[in-house]
Each structure stands twice: as C-alpha cells, then as structure tokens.
C-alpha cells in the first residue's frame, strides 16, 4: 500500500449520510474511521472474534456497554474493547457524539451481531 491523504468530507456516514460509521482507511492491517450518533441514536450490538476495537471520543458524551457494563465517554475518553466482547453504544445526549475508531488487526467479515438492549440477559460468547 502506497501513501495517501483522504479529507473526512469525502467519505459519507453509513446511517443516511450524517450519522453511524465511516471508513478513511480499511487494510491491510487496521481500519481507521470515525462514528458519530445522533442524540437517542444506538449502534447494535455485536463483537468480534479476533478485532480489538478502539474508541476515541471527540466530542459528545455517549454510553458503551462492554460486556453489559456501562461506560460513559465524554471528549478525550478513549475505550478499548477487546476481541469476544460484546458491545453497544447509545447516545443518550442533547449533541450528536463523534468518536474516532480504530480496529485491528483487519478482518472485513469479523463480526457478530447479538441481539441484546441493557437489562437482558447476556448473551455467551464461545
């Protein structure tokens, strides 16, 4: 892979184009983006058999449940998931929440999505 620049602005959001994920990078050995949810917006859980995931607040306040246990971030909060973790966040805000991720090693196809909320039973993880 050869050096490169790419701008934020053209890349757009995957939840209708101003909110949810964007990829600047994907591989060959990380992905780098940034996710930003909208006040009362959620991302499903889910977790990933060999990815750690991090998440690096820049401005907002959201909730990560890791392992059903809840972790407030607010600007500057960086929160590490490890693989085999499930995990969901929420923004529970009056202010749209901007967060920089960061997963590795690169795996397009690891993920899995759980369905669990707060307050249910969690799911097992093998």
Same mark, same amino acid.
């Given at each position: 892979?050869?050096?490169?620049?790419?701008?934020?602005?053209?890349?757009?959001?995957?939840?209708?184009?101003?909110?949810?994920?964007?990829?600047?990078?994907?591989?060959?050995?990380?992905?780098?983006?940034?996710?930003?949810?909208?006040?009362?917006?959620?991302?499903?859980?889910?977790?990933?058999?060999?990815?750690?995931?991090?998440?690096?607040?820049?401005?907002?306040?959201?909730?990560?449940?890791?392992?059903?246990?809840?972790?407030?971030?607010?600007?500057?909060?960086?929160?590490? !998931?490890?693989? +085999?973790? %499930?995990?969901?966040?929420?923004?529970?805000?009056? =202010?749209? @929440?901007?967060? !920089?991720?960061? +997963?590795? %090693?690169?795996?397009?196809?690891?993920?899995?999505? =759980?369905? @669990?909320?707060?307050?249910?039973?969690?799911?097992?993880?093998?």
């Amino acid at each position: 892979m050869k050096p490169f620049k790419i701008n934020e602005s053209s890349v757009q959001y995957r939840f209708n184009g101003i909110s949810g994920p964007k990829y600047l990078m994907r591989g060959p050995r990380s992905d780098f983006g940034l996710v930003v949810l909208m006040p009362g917006e959620d991302f499903q859980t889910h977790y990933h058999n060999h990815i750690e995931e991090n998440f690096y607040t820049l401005e907002g306040q959201a909730d990560i449940y890791v392992n059903g246990e809840k972790i407030t971030l607010t600007p500057g909060d960086l929160c590490h !998931v490890p693989p +085999k973790h %499930p995990h969901y966040l929420i923004n529970r805000g009056d =202010v749209p @929440w901007k967060a !920089v991720f960061v +997963k590795a %090693p690169y795996d397009p196809k690891d993920k899995v999505n =759980v369905q @669990w909320l707060p307050g249910d039973p969690l799911p097992k993880i093998e």
